[in-house]
């Protein structure tokens, strides 16, 4: 048995303990509400809930987020409930990884009432992509809601160029601009500064000079 539920697996076991509904129109109701969840394409269309404790932080998360600010999201969700869910990754042998809402994951987990209102399950749209383009998704839901710490983001870019994907993949992938993925590498060292030596020469002399001194 599936331990995690979705809104379209609750409706369509609704449809078939019903008795209510002839067992000649059950088949056809039930396609229908197959079909119907087959016309949205969209991540969020497949809410799942899951076991909060099958949910682990990823290592690369450098958005911060202030105490007032987290009273505030903790008042909200107590107040007017989940309104978004998680992001994860695909599940693994260890459970799910956090692409999006660490900070929503984390006051669900210290709050007994938030806990035990949802039956210790939270909502997640689950994306199937590989680790790194993980990272990506992370980072692109965090950049335009919270602060960035210098030193998490420039591991973020260590990984991704460790990953292989050159500077001008990352500032594309990130939404980044070229001083930026330099400073951030600047801060990782200058033995990697120019280690993508196609998309280093485009450079202005400005970078160069940096390089050099």
Known sequence: MNKNKSIEQDILKLLRKTRAIPEAKKEGLIDDVLEMFRGYKEPVSKVVWVPIKAISPNSYNPNKMAAPEKRLLLRSMLDHGITLPLVVSAEKEQGYILIDGYHRWTLIKRSKELK?????????????????????????????????????????????????????????????????????KQFKGLGELFKDEDYSLSWNADAIENKKG
């Open 116 to 184: 035990d209102r949802l039956n210790r399950r939270v909502p997640v749209v689950i994306l199937e992509i590989p680790d790194y383009e993980g990272i990506i998704a992370t980072i692109r839901h965090n950049r335009a809601r919270g602060r960035h710490q210098i030193a998490e983001i420039s591991e973020v870019v260590k990984i991704l160029s460790d990953e292989g994907l050159t500077s001008a993949n990352i500032m594309e992938a990130l939404g980044m601009d070229a001083d930026e993925v330099l400073r951030l």
